[in-house]
């Protein structure tokens, strides 16, 4: 895959500096381009894809989705054969953003799959088949970080910008996927670990060259993170009257960005609720390209389904680097607006700015009553080495493990390292901080062969991150405490970063739309 990525990053932007004249007649539709050149390569390079996506399904797709299935007692799960086929996915357009101040390159391109290709899997020694499948959305490439060498290109990153339209059909076993709760699992599962792969906050990061930082790569740190409050709502219209004759209606409004989403509270029969609800957002580099914050307004019913009043969006470019206050109005409706402020926070490696950012907190939360965040942690699993399971009637066995990072009470996981006492996991998990002078960061290694035992545990307290230069704890290997093992010193090897909110410097601090 690596020489897949090579050849096409080479073409790319041999493309993409000599054919900009060429193409920039040949609109489509309004702000993307003809993308026949990027079919034209994508035809010849099909071919070499298939290793790939193998290694894809395998390693990365296949431990997820065997995770997912076992809660419903669907057990090994696993990836047999997948065969790309002979149609490969096409582009409709292409757009390139231009920015010559970051150092990479991002792209969209609509693309759709109707193709021939076949996957083989197996549940529970059964064989089951995936085809016909169709697939269609607008997809982001970015191509990071920029290199001096050949292919100049370090890595790519790939993700959908929305959730895209997903069609197959299952094929295999009649006693197992005849039954309608079994294909609905089964869909569900496959469209989730999709999501979490690769749309929008998820990237999919493929590596090309050997010689940049992988964690870096892999799970960089935010650009920055934007605060988004939603204050009120006016002259909201009621669309039905009830069986309590009321004139007024029980708004909620919901904020949505990618798969990221936000409800406010419902406020009882008023066409002007005052929300005052506060939302944090983790951005990457290239979330101001191309993307917009929707909000929906609707109207609470508890007997019937709940009434659509409007809907209204920010482009998320008016944001970035800046804050702003304005009234929003409806995109298709002629009654109702949405008032809304929206400040971006860029990241500090200094400590200096938590305590403004701390003050400033307590302030908003007066009126708000929910908790808002000074920092950004960024935590990379690399490794663990030396772990032993033990078994009450058994000797050490080598253990199927993964890492749960623990931050009060949210909790993330990594995948399963099958078999083995010394498990590279090579992920990171981003998290918002409340206050890292009282804060603890947990990990806990877990062996999920022996009805998720835990081996050992890691706590740091993020307050000493903050006496690190650049509040950077990197490559460092944490002894696993109660790991049970005097013989062996059983550690896990972690990067830690912190990185403190700090308000944008810009121009304009606040401006507000012209109705």
Known sequence: MEMVCSRLCCALCSCLSGTTDSVSDKVTFPDMESAEWLNLLIRQLWPSAEQYANELCRNTIGPALRSALEVYKLKSFRFEEVELGQTPPRFTGIKVYDDQALPEVVMDVDCEYFGDGKIKASISDMPIGIEDMQLSGRLRIVMKPLVKDLPLVGGVHVLFLGKPKLSYNLTGTANVLDLPVVKSILYRAVEEQVERLMVMPNKLPIQIVNSID????????????????????????????????????????????????????????????????????????????????????????????????????????????????????????????????????????????????????????????????????????????????????????????????????????????????????????????????????????????????????????????????????RGKEFDLQDSGDEEERATLKLNIILRILKKAATETNERVAVE
């Open 214 to 473: 992988v964690a870096d790569f892999m799970c960089p740190v935010p650009s920055g993170v934007v605060r988004l409050h939603i204050i009120e709502a006016e002259n909201l219209a009621k669309k039905d009257i009830g069986i309590l004759n009321m004139n007024k209606p029980d708004p909620y409004c919901i904020m949505r960005i990618g798969l990221q989403n936000f409800k406010t509270e419902t406020f009882k029969n008023t066409s002007n609720p005052k929300w005052d609800a506060c939302k944090e957002y983790l951005c990457s580099s290239d979330t101001r390209f191309g993307n917009k914050i929707h909000f929906e307004v609707f109207d609470h019913d508890r007997m019937t389904d709940d009434d659509f009043i409007f809907m209204t969006n920010l482009d998320f470019q008016e944001i970035w680097k800046n804050e702003i206050d304005t009234w929003l109005r409806p995109t298709e409706s002629n009654s109702g607006s949405l008032h809304i402020k929206a400040t971006w926070y860029d990241l500090s490696d200094s400590a200096d700015s938590l305590q403004i950012q701390l003050e400033e907190m307590c302030a908003l939360q007066l009126p708000t009553k929910k908790p808002l965040h000074s920092a950004v942690l960024v935590v990379w699993v690399d490794a663990a080495k030396n772990l032993v399971s033990r078994h009450r009637f058994r000797k050490k066995s080598e253990p199927d493990t993964f890492v749960r990072v623990i931050v009060d009470d949210v909790k993330k996981e990594s995948t399963v390292r099958e078999r083995t006492k010394d498990p590279v996991y090579r992920e990171g998990f981003v998290f918002l901080i409340r206050n890292p002078w009282t804060q603890k960061l947990r990990l806990e290694v877990i062996d999920r062969r022996r009805t998720e035992r835990r081996l050992g545990r890691v706590e740091v307290d993020l307050n000493s991150v903050l006496n690190e230069p650049k509040l950077e704890v």
